[in-house]
């Protein structure tokens, strides 16, 4: 089960996936796509911990982190 993991103001939201249903797969392709083109980073979780910046969906992807655009003030 693969997870991606949305940051917000309110903390976050979990969609989890099976990366061998095809529509799991299309609804997360999509909501990756929507998320990205909003102006979200995405990150993908490294085996040290670490992020690594994600610019195209891979559902076999175990962790994908969405960040929101910085806003100052």
Do not use: C, K
Not at 40 to 45: E, I, M
Request: glycine share 6%; net charge negative; proline share 5%.
């Amino acid at each position: 089960m693969a997870i991606q993991i949305v940051m917000d103001a309110t903390g976050d939201t979990r969609h989890h996936f099976a990366p061998d249903s095809a529509n799991e797969v299309s609804e997360a392709e999509r909501r990756f796509n929507q998320l990205t083109s909003s102006g979200f980073t995405a990150a993908a979780r490294v085996a040290s911990g670490d992020l690594r910046l994600v610019r195209s969906f891979d559902p076999t992807e175990p962790e994908t982190l969405f960040f929101p655009r910085l806003a100052g003030g």
